[in-house]
């Protein structure tokens, strides 16, 4: 898994594009232009060498003295997909906004979500411990995760782990049916303090997804 900003992500795309179109790869002075294009203010030519070092780093690209010193690391490989960042999500009590702008790209292998739509896919950051006992693929929702949510999974069944926004405010929890007009939102804590949360069709809610996987932290990793 690696992180890469909103203008990172920017800046790998205009690159990417502009080998697509032109069999080559930008100067620097192109991949500014082309940033300026998507709408992201980058304010000199060494921001754009910042950037590249970043990508580097991350293992997106490798400079070199050909090519106009840029490698793309993953051409034609298909291996990665990246995906947007949508926010945070408290998984004690809702109390956190899952903002609808992206605040950065997860690289992620596409094998994580082998047979779903790419575009649906987006990652919210757990906050919290009130599913700290809860797994997906084997893998415990902590604190400081990363929950890969499915955005067109509306069927829920009981037990489903879901991204719900009540007001505004998003959180992470284990969706059950308590009746025809009732849903119950649980946690699955090693904490009894939290509490279940009951929605009917008059509440402002909306389940956006279900959690499909989970991305440890380095710090989470090796716990």
């Known amino acids: 898994m690696q992180l890469l900003t909103k203008k990172e ?4 795309t205009t690159i990417k594009k502009y080998f697509a179109k032109k069999n080559k790869m930008p100067t620097i002075r192109e991949i500014l232009r082309g940033a300026g294009k998507a709408g992201i203010k980058v304010k000199s030519l060494a921001s754009i060498f910042l950037y ?3 990508l580097e780093d991350k293992g997106f690209i490798k400079r070199n003295s050909e090519d106009r010193g840029i490698i793309l690391c993953d051409i034609n490989k298909n291996k990665f997909i990246s995906v947007p960042i949508l926010g945070t999500a408290n998984a004690g009590s809702p109390t956190f906004f899952a903002q609808e702008n992206i605040e950065g790209y997860l690289k992620i292998s596409r094998r994580l979500i082998t047979k779903r739509v790419t575009d649906a896919i987006f990652a919210i950051q757990v906050f919290g411990n009130s599913m700290d006992m809860a797994k997906i693929n084997d893998k415990r929702i902590e ?14 069944g009981n037990g489903d782990k879901v991204l719900a926004t009540i007001d505004g405010l998003a959180t992470i929890k284990n969706f059950f049916r308590v009746d025809q007009s009732t849903i119950g939102l649980f946690p699955q804590s090693s904490e009894k303090i939290h509490k279940p949360i009951y929605l009917t069709r008059e509440d402002n809610f909306i389940i956006n997804g279900k959690i499909i996987d989970v991305l440890k932290t380095p710090a989470m990793a090796g716990m």
């Open 9 to 12: 992500e920017v800046v790998l």
């Open 143 to 156: 604190d400081g995760d990363y929950a890969l949510v499915d955005s067109r999974s509306q069927d829920y």
């Open 52 to 54: 590249l070092r970043s």
